[in-house]
Structure formats: structure tokens, C-alpha cells
């Protein structure tokens, strides 16, 4: 049992090479905003970890973070043993070769074909044979079954194929870490299952770990090793999935339950419902 | 007070925004070079930006000589003097016309195709993407763009003179009877080599301005529908001022 305490906590990250990435006392906010206030995150080496939390908890600007794309305003954002913000532009650059993402609408380049989008990476960095080129994209286009669609445009692909395209792209330097924002979003369940096997399949026939941003609870806990809840810019609990679901916390019973209100209210911050009905002053 | 203070907001805004232009233009110019490396790149873009504009500047050139050709020549024959068609058709197509109207036909077709092209890039997250995949969207995305328009413009200007120039002949000379050789040899005499590297000085001059303000107000796109929109707007009326001032400061300079 991985449970915290008060809303503040979190499992402390351990600076261990158990851990491919890991937040330490990470504050950070935009245009004044606060997104985070503290947040302590590892991500373990060969795991899947699932963050998890209300739409608007920056689920996303933690992906950002880790992939150097933003910057902390305080703490440490730690990736394979390296802290990022001290990262030259080629060391960032060289890292985030070690990182695959697969974005919430996968994100393909519109002007190329399903293959070239794949073998995008490949012929950017490195000066391979095209026979090797076109063995390697079949591969990784086999691996999430499109092999069929290579010469497809990502217009002509469904949601489902594009994400999977997509993370054939990401898989196709063979990186350490796949980092997933909102893998299941908008997805009909034959595809959503597809994908939720892909991640788990990925992960542990490549040997990579992987951080899967989500609000699918239901789906996230059938593969997840360990998931963290974020709220308020905190971690409010840490755990396996099972554990999750018998944490005292209510924003975390909540969350796990999808009930509609609680301590994240349905409600968005406004004046009594009453007193607004019969203010004149405002509107016609 | 709270006039002044817009003003002064405005004029604020006006140059942070002339300041990261020039940020922006000094990054594609380093990059550049590297990009150069790459040359099948920026041909794709000399055919996205130039090929595909060719019938819209071929159309327009045929048109805007034809114009000239009827005012032209109701303006010479009141001189008696409509042999000279050819002449004053050629410089002011060479010197004004041409890459003028060839600049603002180019920033409504390649300008605003460069800058939704961009924004959408921005909007779907492909910029970011390339981020993530180790690739500079600036050296592997803006750079060919901008030299691919920074080149396709002053051949774009050429096609333009030369078919406005076809059809200031097929109106004069065709249609309204002046004649052929002195419609051209006046114009042989006439015309220096100056006059022709005036225009092509501008045509490069307005192919840079045009080319980096599309892909500069493509990238910096807010990434939302009406960003997109907002930033292809504003490529058009920016790329349209700039093109008509550029336009006064050479020829001041060039006469």
C-alpha cells in the first residue's frame, strides 16, 4: 500500500536508477496561474504508470515537463539520471531521441503518407538504407496493424488507426521512455481496447516504460503498475490501481468513481443562482 | 489620458511585435545554410509556393498588360506618340507594376497557403510533435518554406512582365494597329539593364518580406481555428503595407 497521507503528499521519488524520470518539488505556472505546487512524481524503470485527475490539472504540462518542452519554475525534472533544465539545446535534444510521445490526436504531419510519416524520425537522424528504412516501418507499422495502410494519408485514417500510426512513429527509434497523453480519448471500445493492449504489449515486449496521462480509470487500471491522482496541483494519491480505489481521500473516491460532484465541484465558480436570476443590472 | 495610454500600449505592442520579427528573421537566416543542405526541401516548396501560383500570376499578367494597353495607348495617341506603347508598358511593368502586383498576388495565394499551412501545423500539435521527435520545426519546417517563397517570387515577377508584356502587344499592336517594329524596337532602345535590375531588386526584396511574414505569422499562430484564421488575415494587410512602403523606400533609393 502506496497511500498518502495528506493532499500535499506523494510518493516521494526515490533518486534511484529504479526510476527513468522523476519530479522533485516541481512548481510551475502560467501567466500567473499555478499548475503545480510541489509535485513529487517517479516514474519506475519497465513500469506503466498511469497519471490520472480531473481535465484541467495540467496532466499535460507534466508530459511538457518532462520532455523539456517547458521549464519548472522550481525543483527538479530528472530524465535517465539527467536533470533537464541543465540540458544544452543538442543534450536536449539527444534525450528527447530516447523519448516517444504519442499526442492526444497523434499529431502526424499532414503532407506525408502513413509510411513516411513513420520513417519521419528515421530519416531525420539517422542516414539508413532504404531497404533497412522500409523493414523497420513495416516492422513497427505490423507491430500495430496497419502494415496494410502504409501508403494511406493520415486524412484517410479513423481516430483509432491515426493514434496507432502515431505510436508506430513513436516506437520507431526504439526509445526508452512512451510518454501517451490521453491515449483512449474520443475512441469507439473496439479501438480504445486496441490501444489499451498496444501499451501494455509495447511495454513490456520492447522492455520500455511508459507514462500514460488519462481519465479513463476503468481502462488505465487494467495495465497500470502504479498511477498517481493528481488535483489542485498536487498529488493527492499514489498507488496501484486497487489501492486507489480504497483510498480515504474524497477527491480520490471521486475521481475513481466518476461521481459528478464533490470536492471538484459540478458547479464552475459563480454568483448565488437566485440572486443572478433577478439582478436587472445585468444582461437584457 | 486613456487615448494616450492605448496609443502607448499599441505602439508597445507594435514594436515587441517588430522586435520578435526580427528575432525570427535573424534565426531563419542562421539556419539557412543548413537548410540549403537539403535542397529537395526547398524545391518543394518553390513548387508549392511558385508552381502553383502560376496561373493565377499568368491569368493577372495577361489581364493587367492588357488594361495598360488600352490606357496606354488612349493616353499616347492624344500625343500622337502610340508607337511608345511599348516603351512606357515595359518600364513601368519592369519597375512598378511587375513585382508590385505580383507581391500582392503572391502574399493572397502562396502567403496566406504558407501561413494556415503553419498554423494548422501549430493547431494539430505536428510542430510540437517534431519537438519531441529531436527535429527543429524551424530549420525542417520554416526555413525551406521561406526560402522556397523567397526564391519563387522573382521568377513568379518575370512570368508576370513577360505575359502583361504579351498582352500589352496583343491589345496595342493586334487589336489597335500600332506597329509591331516600332512597338518593340522602341522598346529595345528604351529599356537599360538598370531598369530591369530594379525590378528584379524588388521582386527578391518583396519575395523575402512576403515569404517571412507568412511563415512568421503562421508559426506564431494561436492554436485555435480562429488564430489560423486571424494569422492569414493578417499575412495578406501586413504583407500588402509592407510591400507598397518597401516599394516607395526603392524606388526612392533607385532613382
Known sequence: MNQTSKPAGGTAPTADHRNVAALHGVDFSIDGKVIFRGLDIAIRRGEVTAIMGPSGTGKTTLLRLITGQLRADTGRVVVEGREVATLSRPELYAMRRRIGMLFQNGALLTDLDVFENVAFPLREHARLPERLVRNIVLSKLHAVGLRGAARLRPQQLSGGMARRVALARAIVMDPQLLLYDEPFAGLDPISMGVVLRLIKSLNDALGISSVVVTHDVREISQIADSSYILSDGQVVASGTPAELREHPSAVVHQFMEGLADGPVTFHYPAPDYPTQLLDRSEGA | ?255
Open chain 2, 1 to 255: 489620458m486613456g487615448l494616450l495610454g492605448e496609443m502607448l500600449q499599441n505602439t508597445r505592442d507594435f514594436l515587441a511585435r517588430l522586435g520578435a520579427l526580427t528575432r525570427f528573421f535573424g534565426q531563419v537566416l542562421l539556419q539557412s545554410p543548413s537548410a540549403l543542405l537539403r535542397p529537395r526541401l526547398v524545391v518543394e516548396q518553390v513548387y508549392n509556393t511558385g508552381a502553383l501560383s502560376l496561373v493565377i500570376i499568368m491569368t493577372c499578367g495577361l489581364f493587367v498588360g492588357m488594361v495598360l494597353g488600352l490606357q496606354g495607348h488612349d493616353l499616347l495617341e492624344r500625343f500622337g506618340s502610340e508607337e511608345a506603347l511599348g516603351t512606357g508598358a515595359a518600364l513601368s511593368l519592369l519597375k512598378e507594376l511587375g513585382p508590385v502586383v505580383t507581391a500582392l498576388l503572391f502574399a493572397g495565394r502562396a502567403g496566406t497557403s504558407l501561413a494556415s499551412e503553419l498554423g494548422l501545423m501549430r493547431a494539430t500539435d505536428q510542430l510540437s510533435a517534431m519537438e519531441i521527435m529531436a527535429v527543429d520545426p524551424m530549420r525542417r519546417v520554416v526555413v525551406p518554406r521561406f526560402l522556397g517563397g523567397a526564391i519563387a517570387m522573382p521568377l513568379l515577377t518575370a512570368i508576370f512582365i513577360a505575359i502583361a508584356l504579351f498582352g500589352v502587344q496583343l491589345v496595342g499592336v493586334q487589336f489597335l494597329g500600332i506597329d509591331q517594329g516600332s512597338f518593340w524596337s522602341q522598346m529595345r532602345g528604351a529599356v537599360e539593364l538598370s531598369d530591369v535590375n530594379e525590378g528584379l531588386i524588388k521582386g527578391v526584396t518583396f519575395g523575402i518580406a512576403c515569404s517571412l511574414i507568412a511563415v512568421f505569422e503562421g508559426y506564431n499562430a494561436e492554436p485555435t481555428a480562429e488564430g489560423v484564421g486571424r494569422a492569414t488575415t493578417r499575412t495578406v494587410v501586413i504583407s500588402a503595407v509592407v510591400t507598397l512602403v518597401l516599394d516607395y523606400i526603392l524606388t526612392a533609393l533607385m532613382l
